[in-house]
């Protein structure tokens, strides 16, 4: 009885035995299915940061790039401005001589109106003299005209300066 119960524990024990290897089997199977699934998604993880680098170093050449044409863009805006003073400058100056050249004609042309005003004065007075008194008035009248017409085409000139450096000024606005 002893020995039968033995060898029922002994069955039972090779038949636990075989269920334990039959399980250990399908464990081993599925470990290594699971192995295989982590080493694909390793691969694919790796492949994705091989992809992402390559995207970050375009990423950062194009940036490079940006930052190169930001550089060379201030670079001209500052040359151009430069050049924008350098020619509001000029053209100040140039403003300012036609203006004291006005001055000077508009004063020189005061001068002659006195003259002429007070030639037709001693015109009116000694008209039996005329000729030569007349000869002279027409003289001055004709410098008259002529500081006249000099002193438009410089308040012309004077204006139109005026008109560049309104617009220069609006540019570098």
């Not at 982590?38 to 050449?61: C, N, R, T």
């Not at 015109?123 to 000869?135: P, R």
């Amino acid at each position: 009885a002893m020995q039968e119960e033995i060898n029922n524990l002994r069955s039972n024990m090779a038949e636990i035995t075989a269920a334990k290897e039959v399980e250990m089997g399908n464990l081993q199977l599925e470990m290594k299915s699971v192995q295989k699934q982590l080493d694909d998604a390793g691969d694919e993880l790796l492949a994705e940061k091989d992809s992402m680098q390559k995207d970050i170093d375009k990423l950062s050449a194009v940036k490079e790039t940006l930052e190169k044409k930001v550089e060379d863009t201030a670079a001209a805006k500052e040359a151009q401005m430069g050049n924008l003073q350098k020619e509001l400058g000029s053209i100040q100056t140039s403003l300012n001589d036609t203006t004291t050249k006005k001055d000077e004609l508009s004063a020189e042309n005061d001068s002659l109106q006195q003259q002429i005003e007070i030639l037709q004065s001693n015109l009116a007075e000694v008209t039996a003299t005329g000729g030569f008194l007349q000869k002279e008035l027409e003289s001055v009248e004709i410098s008259l005209i002529d500081t006249s017409t000099k002193r438009d085409a410089f308040s012309a000139a004077n204006d139109a300066m005026q008109e560049e450096i309104n617009n220069l000024r609006s540019n570098m606005a």
